[in-house]
Nanobody, 125 residues
């Protein structure tokens, strides 16, 4: 049974940093697309960053480019999201999502087969 478990969320002040982790299990991790999405209260869920586990391709939304870094540890089947220079508008529930195969890099939610339960990130001013 496929499972994605996020951790690392919390509360930080404006300008702070957090690192989120997503541990994947129950499906073939290699050659999969893994992404981070977020959803703020009252807003639609949006894609943040994505990578292809079988290669080096990574993609970021414009709102986080230059501040967030997605990476992976293949041996641990874990994908990370390093978030620096956090701002109050980064406050949201952050979700990990994965699907077998290549990434389309357009953050279409319906393309992701597996989803985690989310981890809350709160940035205060």
């Amino acid at each position: 049974q496929a499972q994605l478990v996020e951790s690392g969320g919390g509360s930080v002040q404006d300008g702070g940093s957090l690192r989120l982790s997503c541990v994947a299990s129950g499906f073939t991790y290699s050659h999969s697309c893994v992404a981070w999405f977020r959803q703020a209260p009252g807003k639609e869920r949006q894609g943040v960053a994505t990578l292809f586990t079988g290669g080096v391709s990574k993609y970021y939304s414009e709102s986080v480019k230059g501040r967030f870094t997605i990476s992976q540890d293949e041996a641990k089947t874990t994908v990370y999201l390093q978030m620096d220079s956090l701002r109050p508008d980064d406050t949201a529930m952050y979700y990990c999502a994965a699907t077998p195969g290549y990434c389309s890099y357009d953050f279409r939610e319906d393309e992701y087969r597996y989803w985690g339960q989310g981890t809350q990130v709160t940035v205060s001013s």
